[in-house]
């Protein structure tokens, strides 16, 4: 532990000291508090809070490493040391400082006037995410859809109304933006990161006030820090297997380099089939990580830099009977979904028909994947009294998409005949199909059609948030800052694409003819590309805040602020027309291919909106208190609302692309003892303006415009009964619903269950100088409406996962885990290409099967 580090915690251990004479709520078992005005002695280093040891808890209801009893402090020197690391459990959950959302230094987490989730690397172990968004899982409020595969994540914040992606979450590193824009079309920001054992914690914030601070967003923030480097050097090694044959390998190493120089790096390679196997890997590749600290006088420096190549497969729906209006679902005759996929090896390397002459060739192995560097500079430092804090980010990442998305609901190879010859049939009294090799396909075989897509998507940001604070009267403090990003996003797009094929796992193409000599598909290939739009997009923003943090007394302490911030962007954007690819009107397959004229529209729009936040914290007693916020944010539009505008006067006009208002309200309550922790909050939620699009089948984009309002309550709970005995239940209810727009004024928000939550046991059995841990989780995610018209019912599921992990001394640990291990046939999302649901065969995407997970690790 570094000098600065040591000097923290005395002089948190004496202010803790001086308050506990005078509280008498406190324990004898709780360790010595942060100050709720926990800036005073942290001021220059906002990330430089103690290190949670890697089996502690940073928040009990949030995972299960916060075992502990009653009384557990109070064995003395007669404790085992798995009676010492529960008894440090509850301490570091009550010590427990956060800094996001905070305007200088950090705040301890009970003393925080805002909704936030903390989660530190055992947790995150314990959690057994299968991608970085499935983190999601452990906050209350939040539905991640991860079933898409390590990216392109559909994700959820507490009544926000969004159609897909993630709009409402913004992705950090070390404090700041990794890309400024939450979401695009094809990009979402988890997908930007890949959670390996270089990650010390991450903090999720909800609402609250981010909305002045860093990108502004409205919605949820999730921080991921880093580990530093410290006197004492550290290093792992770890090895996976598991599901899939997955092979997979995490290093990691950080220490003292020279006086007041610190560094650390460590990354992963991994390989897999994954659960769904197309048979080609799923997810292959890896990433490095390092970063390099220095120690200055009253202050730091940490310079960072990651590197990431990593190919993961995209899954979308697979076929499924529907009856009773949807309420049932059940499996599709020969199609396991838990884990099949239609994606094969016969299809994995498909063509492109782009125009005459172009042919453009693609492979479903590269998927939704990852191939980026970052850089970053996070400094802070004390300066003659005023704190200084500047952030940069730099972002250069591919972030391509190359996968299958599903069509029209499976049919019967008979009615598709039919349907062929309807269409395409003068003069035609029969169609004859067969699979590739030439054997003819049953008519009674079912079959779907697929797009097989490719999205070329190259992105590039700098963002730089610089805040000057300093105490300008008796107890309170101001801060003044600035936010600047530029940003830009180059696309080539190939939609369409379609395919016919069985529908069955690893499916066969299929060829169909008409006896017109009309060719209906080709290779498989029985659709054109539909939509192929070329476009760069430029976008700046500019935002200026300031803040003030007013310690009225020892109990009260409030905070407000306010934002005004500018948005510029600006588009070039193919114009498109249709041509046959290869000028044969017999060869109906790439009839109609879109493709640009070479002419292009120049888009442009500047928004200038202005947010506010205001919020306080009572202090009940030493380790209990209620807080209260109302804030104001906004979104800009994005790129891709300029290209759907598609001219100059529908993007100037804001009654078609307004600037969307959000409104939130919320109260909350804190607390942790040894016995138990509670974090609960009420929240309200007003939006005005948001913009939805819809991407069909044929390649026809739907947008709409339309408001929401939602109430809910949030909830984080763990009790420890026993001593090593840590019970926890995590989740949220919401009534969330349209309003404004008539056609969907009243249904409820699409993607969102009224009910979810988490149960959570755990058990810490001590073996001498060793110990066993057994964990698992029960989930329940309730009903939902895949659509905004709530004509896709999705119903509730409910899974159960159980884990385990056994130390050997302080050096080796073995670890297993088991998700889904009832084999729940649960949806995460309807036939997103078609805007209505019904009964019989249909397209969803539902959860993974069955999966395990086992690893083995040596500490150093």
Same mark, same amino acid.
Do not use: C
């Given at each position: ?27 004898? $078992? ?112 939040? +539905? ?8 392109? #994540? ?42 390996? =054992? ?8 909800? &609402? ?46 950080? &220490? ?23 048979? *080609? ?64 090896? @016969? ?21 939704? &994947? ?21 952030? *940069?980010?730099?972002?250069?990442? =591919? ?15 008979? #009615? +598709? ?24 396909? #049953? ?5 779907? $059609? ?14 730089? !948030? ?27 797009? +190939? ?47 500019? /935002? ?76 009940? /007693? ?5 807080? /209260? ?8 539009? /994005? ?9 100059? #006067? ?20 804190? %607390? ?13 939620? !007003? ?40 019970? %926890?239940?995590? &989740? ?38 060793? @110990? ?51 084999? !729940? ?36």
């Amino acid at each position: 532990m570094s000098s600065i580090s040591l000097a923290i915690l005395t002089l948190a251990h004496q202010a803790s000291h001086a308050q506990a004479a005078q509280e008498t709520t406190a324990t004898p $078992q709780q360790a010595p508090a942060v100050p709720q005005d926990a800036q005073a002695t942290v001021p220059a280093t906002p990330q430089q809070t103690p290190a949670a040891p890697q089996d502690a808890t940073a928040a009990a209801p949030a995972a299960q490493d916060s075992a502990g009893a009653s009384g557990a402090g109070a064995q003395g020197g007669g404790q085992t040391g798995a009676q010492a690391a529960t008894s440090n459990a509850v301490q570091n959950e009550i010590q427990q400082v956060v800094v996001t959302g905070v305007a200088t230094g950090g705040v301890r987490k009970l003393d925080s006037a805002f909704s936030i989730t903390t989660a530190s690397e055992e947790q995150l172990k314990q959690a057994s995410p299968s991608s970085t968004a499935d983190i999601l899982k452990l906050v209350p409020g939040v +539905y991640a859809e991860a079933t898409g595969g390590q990216s392109g #994540a559909n994700i959820e914040v507490r009544g926000f109304p969004s159609g897909s992606d993630s709009p409402f979450v913004s992705v950090q590193l070390m404090g700041n933006p990794i890309y400024p824009v939450p979401t695009l079309s094809f990009f979402e920001g988890s997908s930007a990161f890949r959670l390996d =054992d270089t990650v010390e914690r991450v903090e999720v914030l909800r &609402g609250g006030p981010s909305t002045i601070f860093s990108s502004g967003q409205p919605g949820a923030t999730m921080n991921f820090i880093l580990k530093k480097g410290t006197d004492t050097p550290e290093g792992s090694i770890r090895f996976s297997t598991g599901t899939g044959e997955l092979r997979r390998v995490d290093v990691y190493y950080g &220490g003292k380099i020279a006086d007041n120089w610190y560094g650390t790096i460590g990354g992963f390679y991994r390989n897999t089939n994954g659960v769904r196997d197309a048979g *080609f890997p799923a997810d292959k590749g890896g990433q490095i990580t390092a970063t390099l600290t220095r120690k200055l006088d009253q202050g730091e420096v940490t310079f960072y830099a990651r590197r990431t190549d990593d190919k993961n497969a995209f899954y979308t729906g697979v076929p499924l009977i529907s009856s009773n209006e949807g309420r049932t679902i059940s499996e599709f005759p020969g199609f396991d979904p838990l884990t099949g996929t239609l994606m094969s090896g @016969e299809m994995r390397r498909f063509t492109v028909e782009a125009g005459p002459g172009r042919t453009l060739n693609y492979d479903l192995g590269d998927g939704r &994947g990852l191939k980026s560097t970052v850089f970053g500079i996070d400094f802070a430092q004390t300066i003659s009294g005023w704190n200084v804090s500047n952030k *940069f980010n730099y972002f250069d990442g =591919d972030l391509n998409t190359v996968a299958m998305f599903t069509g029209n609901n499976p049919l019967s190879m008979s #009615a +598709y005949n039919a349907n062929a010859l309807a269409t395409y049939g003068a003069g035609a009294t029969r169609a004859t199909a067969r699979y590739l090799d030439g054997t003819p396909v #049953a008519a009674d075989q079912q079959v779907v $059609q697929a797009g097989l897509w490719a999205v070329e998507k190259q992105l590039q940001s700098a963002t730089d !948030e610089i805040r000057v604070s300093r105490e300008w009267m008796k107890d309170n403090t101001v801060t003044i800052g600035g936010y600047f990003a530029n940003y830009s996003s180059d696309d080539v797009w +190939y939609l369409g694409n379609s395919h016919l094929m069985t529908a069955v796992p690893n499916a066969r193409l299929i060829d169909v003819r008409l006896d017109n000599g009309v060719i209906v598909s080709n290779q498989g290939k029985e659709g054109p590309v539909n939509y192929a739009p070329v476009a760069t997009y430029d976008g700046s923003n500019t /935002a200026l805040f300031i803040a003030n943090e007013w310690k009225v007394n020892d109990r009260i302490k409030v905070d407000g602020g306010v934002r005004r911030e500018r948005q510029k962007l600006d588009a070039t954007v193919s114009n498109l027309t249709t041509i046959d690819a290869d000028n044969n009107p017999l060869t109906v397959y790439n009839n109609n291919t879109s493709t640009p004229t070479g002419s292009n529209t120049a888009l442009h729009r500047t928004d200038s909106a202005t947010s506010f936040t205001v919020g306080g914290n009572f202090k009940l /007693a030493r380790d209990a208190s209620i807080f /209260a916020r109302a804030n104001k944010g906004h979104t800009f539009v /994005a790129f891709d609302d300029l290209r759907n505008a598609g001219t100059q #006067a529908k993007v100037d006009d804001r009654s078609i692309l307004p600037t969307p208002s959000i409104k939130q309200f919320e109260v909350g309550f804190k %607390t942790a003892t040894p016995l138990y922790s509670a974090y609960i909050n009420y929240f309200h939620t !007003e939006f005005d303006g948001i913009a939805f699009q819809q991407i069909l089948a044929d390649g026809t984009i739907l947008n709409r415009v339309s408001g929401s309002k939602g109430n809910g309550v949030e909830f984080e709970l763990g009790l420890r009964p026993i001593r090593d005995l840590t019970l %926890t239940l995590t &989740g949220d209810w919401q009534d969330s619903e349209y309003k404004d727009n008539p056609d969907t004024a009243g249904k409820r928000v699409q993607r969102q269950p009224k009910l979810q939550y988490r149960f959570t046991p755990s058990y810490r059995i001590p073996i001498g100088d060793n @110990e066993l841990k057994l964990y698992g989780t029960f989930t329940y995610i309730g009903d939902r409406w895949a659509d905004q018209l709530n004509q896709q019912y999705l119903p509730s599921y409910k899974t159960y996962d159980l884990g385990a992990v056994f130390r050997i001394g302080e050096k080796i640990e073995f670890r297993v885990s088991g998700n889904n291990l009832s084999n !729940e046939l649960g949806l995460t999302e309807g036939n997103s290409r078609l805007t209505t649901g019904g009964t019989g065969p249909i397209n969803a995407r539902p959860l993974f099967g069955r999966t395990w997970e086992a690893s083995v690790m040596y500490r150093f």
